[in-house]
């Protein structure tokens, strides 16, 4: 069975103006043990995606669809069982390691607290385990008395890392874990997820506008447009043979990993991600896209069979599937 199963996942944010479609009927699954990589611009609803799975949103937003962990549905649990659920089964590493620590706290009272709130140590073992997940993450013991403040980008985002583990999750969620930090720490931070979701069997969705970086973490890769996965396959596939136009452009703006300019549009790419409230007709894609036919504009996209565990929601895919098929 998958560990995390998403089905027809939607999430509408709702502001003065009207309704945002943030993520449009986004269908994913996740073995144990796997991990899997959600790229796409900014503003193309990774972040929300993520957030909902911990139902992190705001109160005012719906949330449609189903979200299985390990068989239960996160949306339709009580309070008390999602309280539970967070950090101890699954746990949330947050964009920019700056919103996530308290900076008048002590890290090591940080680290210490999902194992304090779960019950799952008393103060002295809690400390003890602090100084052994501090070790984990490359950072020595002592820094457990450290304010967030005294400590580097790259250091804080090994913190952040620390206390997703703390309760030993079956899942961690890091959204964009490495995006703050200069090339050097950040293929550090990279090395160091990928040794203890090795190490410890974790299942992972890794978020990035950076689809070398997930390519090089993920085993499955899912790229984001404008609030719908437009293609998911195995990472090999995804970033060396992408059969969508956007993910090929996506995978072109790398590998200059971390380059601030990519973030926002891909090279190659004109255009910008169209604005959520104000969707194009047809392929949301389409004013965008270099390889465009006349139909794209009415079209209504489905993500087609591209391979084994591998589709794209691209014309050009179906027509492709339906030659080879006849
Ligand atoms: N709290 C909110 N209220 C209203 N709209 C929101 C809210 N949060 C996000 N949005 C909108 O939802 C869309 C998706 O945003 P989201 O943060 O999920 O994108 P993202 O892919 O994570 O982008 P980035 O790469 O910049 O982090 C955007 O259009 C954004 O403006
Ligand atoms: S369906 Fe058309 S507009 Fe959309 S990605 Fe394919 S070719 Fe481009
Ligand atoms: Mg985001």
Same mark, same amino acid.
């Given at each position: 069975m998958s560990l995390l199963e998403l089905d027809d996942l939607s999430v509408t944010y709702r502001i003065a103006s009207g309704e945002v479609p943030?993520?449009?009927?986004v269908s994913l699954s996740l073995d144990p043990g796997a991990a899997l990589g959600v790229a796409g611009e900014s503003g193309s609803g990774k972040s929300s995606l993520a957030m909902a799975l911990l139902r992190l949103l705001p109160k005012s937003t719906r949330v449609g669809g189903r979200i299985l962990l390990d068989g239960e549905d996160i949306l339709a649990m009580k309070w008390g069982r999602m309280r539970a659920v967070r950090w101890a089964e699954a746990s949330i590493v947050f964009q920019g390691a700056q919103h996530g620590?308290?900076?008048?706290?002590r890290i090591g009272e940080q680290i210490a607290e999902p194992l304090l709130v779960h019950g799952l140590a008393k103060p002295d073992g809690a400390r003890k385990r602090v100084a052994e997940l501090l070790e984990q993450v490359g950072l020595p013991a002592w820094r457990a008395r450290s304010y967030p403040h005294e400590l580097s980008g790259g250091q804080r985002q090994r913190v952040m890392i620390a206390m997703a583990l703390a309760c030993s999750p079956r899942l961690i969620i890091a959204d =964009?874990?490495?995006?703050?930090?200069?090339v050097m720490v950040q293929a550090q931070v990279l090395t160091l997820i990928k040794e203890l979701i090795a190490e410890h069997g974790i299942s992972l969705i890794m978020i990035s506008h950076d689809l070398s970086v997930l390519a090089d973490v993920c085993d499955q890769l899912a790229v984001m447009y404008a609030g719908r996965v437009v293609e998911h396959g195995p990472s090999r596939e995804v970033f060396h043979?992408?059969?969508h136009p956007y993910s090929r452009a996506l995978a072109a703006a790398?590998?200059?990993?971390?380059?601030?300019v990519s973030r926002l549009a891909p090279k190659g790419l004109g255009g910008d991600p169209p604005d959520p409230m104000q969707l194009p007709a047809g392929c949301s894609f389409h004013p965008r896209?270099?390889?465009?036919? =006349?139909?794209c504009a009415g079209l209504d996209v489905e993500l087609w069979p591209a391979g084994p565990r591998h589709a794209a929601a691209c014309v050009h895919v179906r027509t492709k599937e339906e030659v080879e098929t006849s």
């Open positions: 943030a993520v449009r009927g620590l308290n900076p008048v706290r =964009e874990p490495t995006t703050a930090l200069d043979d992408a059969r790398f590998p200059t990993v971390g380059d601030p896209c270099p390889v465009a036919v =006349e139909e």
